[in-house]
């Protein structure tokens, strides 16, 4: 038997200046995920209950938007699921959406709003920085994310 000391049972290490959107990582079978945008910002149980809420609306829009209507308020739907989790929030497109039902289906536009000024967006929103963040509230009226 050897009284050789195993290799790679001890690591250190000393890291300074990362910036907030590095990694950096030590040990053994270390797996990393990486998300991008302000998406980023939000836990995967959040992401998950973000995924859920549009869920909740298409399933909405699905029941009660007249035949008519409903393709298009399903674009909609998806529209706004795009403008939200992209890299930045896109609050013009967040907007049209809004406007979009207030104007052919009002009876869902209050579903609408509520997914648009939910403390996740809120904190999606918060995330791209303090222009974005008054221009969300500006036009609205959503609350500090929690």
Do not use: C, Y
Not at 100 to 119: D, M, N
Request: aromatic share 4%; charged share 25%; no cysteine.
């Amino acid at each position: 038997m050897s009284n050789k000391k195993k290799s790679g049972d001890h690591i250190s290490a000393t890291v300074g200046n990362v910036g907030s959107r590095s990694q950096v990582a030590f040990g053994k079978d270390i797996a990393q995920q990486q998300t991008h945008g302000a998406a980023a910002q939000l836990t995967p149980a959040e992401m998950a209950q973000l995924h859920s809420m549009f869920d909740e609306l298409r399933a909405k829009v699905e029941q009660e938007a007249p035949p008519e209507e409903k393709q298009k308020a399903l674009e909609r739907v998806d529209e706004l699921k795009e403008a939200v989790t992209a890299k930045q929030p896109d609050l013009t497109t967040m907007q049209h959406v809004k406007n979009w039902f207030g104007k052919h289906l009002p009876a869902l536009a209050g579903s609408v709003v509520s997914v648009i000024v939910h403390p996740l967006v809120g904190k999606l929103v918060e995330a791209g920085g303090d222009a974005l963040t008054a221009a969300f509230r500006n036009q609205f009226g959503g609350a500090k994310a929690e």
